[in-house]
């Protein structure tokens, strides 16, 4: 059986958002309000995150204040001045955010795999060792304890279980499965991504294309 490499990764997610993102209205492929995330708020984290994959420019102080912990880390990545250690210093069992914050498991679940994904942004960008071991620290932890079908249908951190643990090689198979689960998920219904997913998978292509080429793997297991 064929193992997908990282580059036939990232052809196949940009494959199914760019004719979705072509397609939408304008050309613009703006999420409508609805399409915003469970939990996350109509719209809320629309604007951090498309500032981020758009690469727009923000102004510094463009973070709301009170903002939910994954909110403000998109912030942080569009480049406003976030307190990123603050974000994500509340204790928890081994998520990244905790589940008190949040009313049902599917919504929390999202909400966490979303700050995880911008996490990792940042960690690689700022090169925070101790943020890096902490992503990895959670990956692992929902690898145990969550299953890909409560993040609904959005394959936040698609990335993060691809690539696993630094140096970032195509990972061991239960991380892998993982990933293409949440893949799965979010086209599941329509057999294409909503206009939000389809970022969700070219932000999650960029990051994965971003490892340096030496650590590619061709794997194949019979």
Known sequence: MHTPSRSEWV????????????AAPGRSGVPSETDSGAGLGAGVLNEPFL?????????????????????????????????????????????????????????????????LHALWILAQREGR??????????????????????????????????????????????????????LHNTIAMDGRPTPLNAWILLDAARWIESVPEQNEQDAHVS
């Open 129 to 182: 060792a101790d943020w890096i071991e902490r992503v990895d620290r959670v990956r692992q932890w929902h690898l145990e304890y969550t299953q890909p079908d409560n993040a609904t249908n959005r394959a936040w951190a698609l990335h993060v279980f691809l690539l696993g643990s630094p140096p970032f090689e195509l990972c061991e198979p239960e991380s892998r499965h993982y990933a293409e689960t949440l």
């Open 51 to 115: 500032a981020a994959v758009r690469q727009a420019p923000v102004p510094p102080d463009a973070a709301p204040p009170g903002s939910s912990p994954e909110v403000a880390l998109w912030w942080a990545v569009a480049g406003a001045s976030v307190d990123v250690d603050a974000a994500i210093a509340e204790p928890t069992e081994g998520s990244l955010l905790p589940q008190g914050l949040y009313r049902a498991i599917e919504v929390w679940t999202e909400s966490d795999l979303c700050a």
């Open 11 to 22: 052809r196949h997610l940009r494959g199914l958002a760019r004719p979705v993102l072509d």
